[in-house]
């Protein structure tokens, strides 16, 4: 870390955990920087009040993907009694204009001879001397540089980068995602994660159903997730269940009821999952109205196959709203890849379940093909 001489640092700011209380505060900023450190290994960091200053290796675009920062500013860093120098210094290496308009806006931290305007005029005026065909402008200037003075350390930086909001990935604890490589779920992982929580995908390939293409699928998906939760622990379950119960349901006119007996047969699975693993919930990424098994009487009768929170952060997001997060997450073109169909999905699937009706279903099939639910 830079001490009384020039240097470059980056300013990482957060938002929400501002907010919270001391003890709170204190255990969000900890995992913030044990979550910086993870992607960025060869970075120093340093917490100063509703600031994180990092240096050595800094890469952006990983700095873009932690949870928790709200933007990140590069900058340029040095003691009061230098501030002048290195400003013109600054200048003269970050802009090329030898005509521009220019504004300088000051923030001050800590007990000074100066206000902030005193400090801003003569900063302006010595910028004024050294570049003859600059201009002052304050609302609009081509170039607006910050400068941040906290007691005797000044920095200075021009460029906010943003970052992608939210909570620190961990501090909500974990969920299982019920993850199927389509757009939706990769989509509803994301933004549990960042709401906090660490995420365990669960692909459950319905052998023969499903084929390689859909493990492919899933696994491209997980490449992008990885770039947010690097560690994610995932789990691929074989399970014949759904080929069984398309098998005996095959001339039956129970067989519409093939997608429900399905999804509440991963949302079993899921469980088993989850409380293996301690995590506290299971995520779907059902979204209102959606093909198959997304009416509210259907979601009903899927939320009753498990006694386990079901968390389904799409419900009322629309599909192109959800394709848009999708491309911006990156989730978007791994999930678009071409994946098999699932070869048990009726022509007419049911839309209206009656519960006790599936659960008696349940009950049957499971004699019939010796199925513990
Ligand atoms: P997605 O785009 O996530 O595939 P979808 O709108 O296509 O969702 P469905 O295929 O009905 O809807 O699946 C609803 C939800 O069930 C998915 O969002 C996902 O959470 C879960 N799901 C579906 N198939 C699988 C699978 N093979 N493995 C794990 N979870 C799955
Ligand atoms: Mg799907």
Same mark, same amino acid.
């Given at each position: 870390?830079?001490?009384?001489?020039?240097?470059?640092?980056?300013?990482?700011?957060?938002?929400?955990?501002?907010?919270?209380?001391?003890?709170?505060?204190?255990?969000?900023?900890?995992?913030?920087?044990?979550?910086?450190?993870?992607?960025?290994?060869?970075?120093?960091?340093r917490r100063e009040h509703g600031r994180i200053w990092l240096?050595?290796?800094?890469?952006?675009?990983?700095?873009?993907?932690?949870?928790?920062?709200?933007?990140?500013?590069?900058?340029?860093?040095?003691?009061?009694?230098?501030?002048?120098?290195?400003?013109?210094?600054?200048?003269?290496?970050?802009?090329?204009?030898?005509?521009?308009?220019?504004?300088?806006? /000051?923030?001050?931290?800590?007990?000074?001879?100066?206000?902030?305007? &005193?400090? !801003?005029?003569?900063?302006?005026? =010595? @910028? *004024?001397?050294?570049?003859?065909?600059?201009?002052?402008?304050?609302?609009?200037?081509?170039?607006?540089?910050?400068?941040?003075?906290?007691?005797?350390?000044?920095?200075?930086?021009?460029?906010?980068?943003?970052g992608v909001g939210g909570i620190p990935l961990g501090v909500?604890?974990?969920?299982?995602?019920?993850?199927?490589?389509?757009?939706?779920?990769?989509?509803?992982?994301?933004?549990?994660?960042?709401?906090?929580?660490?995420? /365990?995908?669960?692909?459950?390939?319905?052998?023969?159903?499903?084929? &390689?293409? !859909?493990?492919?699928?899933?696994? =491209? @998906? *997980?490449?992008?997730?990885?770039?947010?939760?690097?560690?994610?622990?995932?789990?691929?379950?074989?399970?014949?269940?759904?080929?069984?119960?398309?098998?005996?349901?095959?001339?039956?006119?129970?067989?519409?009821?093939?997608?429900?007996?399905?999804?509440?047969?991963?949302?079993?699975?899921?469980e088993k999952v989850a409380r293996n693993l301690g995590a506290?919930?299971?995520?779907?990424?059902?979204?209102?109205?959606?093909?198959?098994?997304?009416?509210?009487?259907?979601?009903?009768?899927?939320?009753?196959?498990?006694?386990?929170?079901?968390?389904?952060?799409?419900?009322?997001?629309?599909?192109?709203?959800?394709?848009?997060?999708?491309?911006?997450?990156?989730?978007?073109?791994?999930?678009?890849?071409?994946?098999?169909?699932?070869?048990?999905?009726?022509?007419?699937?049911?839309?209206?379940?009656?519960?006790?009706?599936?659960?008696?279903?349940?009950?049957?099939?499971?004699?019939?093909?010796?199925?513990?639910?």
């Amino acid at each position: 870390m830079t001490d009384g001489t020039i240097g470059k640092i980056w300013l990482v700011r957060y938002g929400e955990i501002a907010l919270k209380s001391p003890p709170v505060r204190k255990t969000w900023e900890a995992k913030l920087i044990s979550n910086i450190q993870m992607v960025l290994p060869r970075s120093d960091s340093r917490r100063e009040h509703g600031r994180i200053w990092l240096s050595g290796e800094v890469d952006p675009a990983m700095l873009a993907r932690v949870f928790g920062i709200v933007s990140f500013s590069p900058c340029w860093t040095c003691d009061l009694k230098e501030l002048k120098d290195t400003l013109l210094q600054y200048i003269a290496e970050s802009f090329s204009a030898k005509k521009a308009t220019f504004g300088l806006r /000051i923030r001050r931290i800590g007990h000074h001879q100066f206000t902030s305007q &005193e400090c !801003a005029t003569q900063l302006g005026s =010595a @910028v *004024l001397q050294c570049y003859p065909d600059f201009s002052v402008n304050l609302t609009n200037p081509d170039i607006l540089i910050m400068i941040e003075i906290r007691e005797n350390r000044c920095y200075l930086f021009y460029q906010i980068f943003p970052g992608v909001g939210g909570i620190p990935l961990g501090v909500e604890g974990a969920l299982v995602v019920l993850l199927s490589g389509g757009i939706d779920s990769a989509v509803a992982a994301w933004l549990m994660m960042k709401r906090g929580c660490r995420i /365990i995908p669960v692909f459950i390939d319905m052998t023969p159903l499903l084929g &390689e293409s !859909a493990r492919d699928r899933i696994h =491209a @998906v *997980l490449d992008v997730l990885r770039r947010y939760q690097p560690d994610i622990d995932f789990h691929i379950i074989e399970d014949r269940y759904v080929a069984q119960i398309q098998e005996t349901l095959r001339t039956s006119h129970d067989k519409k009821y093939v997608c429900l007996l399905c999804k509440r047969r991963m949302y079993r699975l899921a469980e088993k999952v989850a409380r293996n693993l301690g995590a506290k919930g299971i995520v779907t990424g059902e979204s209102m109205g959606q093909v198959a098994s997304q009416t509210l009487d259907n979601l009903a009768v899927l939320h009753e196959a498990t006694t386990m929170p079901v968390y389904r952060p799409l419900i009322g997001l629309d599909k192109t709203e959800i394709i848009d997060l999708a491309r911006r997450i990156g989730t978007y073109e791994p999930s678009i890849l071409s994946s098999n169909c699932c070869g048990a999905v009726p022509q007419k699937p049911a839309t209206k379940a009656d519960p006790g009706k599936i659960r008696k279903l349940e009950d049957r099939l499971a004699s019939v093909i010796g199925y513990d639910m």
